[in-house]
């Protein structure tokens, strides 16, 4: 779990986190033990006030994570299905 008493210092080092190692925003919160409403809001609202380029980097692969997003869930549901169908 992630206690940092500052929310300025919480968004940077989150926001730090998912640009080096380009992961998603449940990477994130799983990596921290946050929520994702939680990392969501650090990395988009109050890093846009506290590091503008820090945001605009976020900004840029949260995009990239948008546009991959069905891609992302249509294999997870061809990895269900074939674990399903394995097993019976």
Avoid: W
Avoid at 49 to 55: C, D, F
Avoid at 57 to 86: D, F, M
């Amino acid at each position: 779990m992630m206690y940092i008493s500052a929310g300025k210092e919480r968004c940077v080092i989150l926001a730090s986190y998912l640009v080096e190692n380009n992961t998603t925003v449940r990477g994130v919160a799983a990596h921290f033990g946050i929520s994702k409403s939680t990392v969501h809001k650090d990395i988009t609202q109050t890093l846009k006030r506290v590091n503008k380029p820090l945001y605009y980097q976020v900004k840029h692969i949260l995009g990239i994570n948008k546009q991959e997003r069905h891609i992302r869930g249509g294999e997870a549901t061809r990895r269900k299905y074939k674990q399903l169908n394995s097993i019976n």
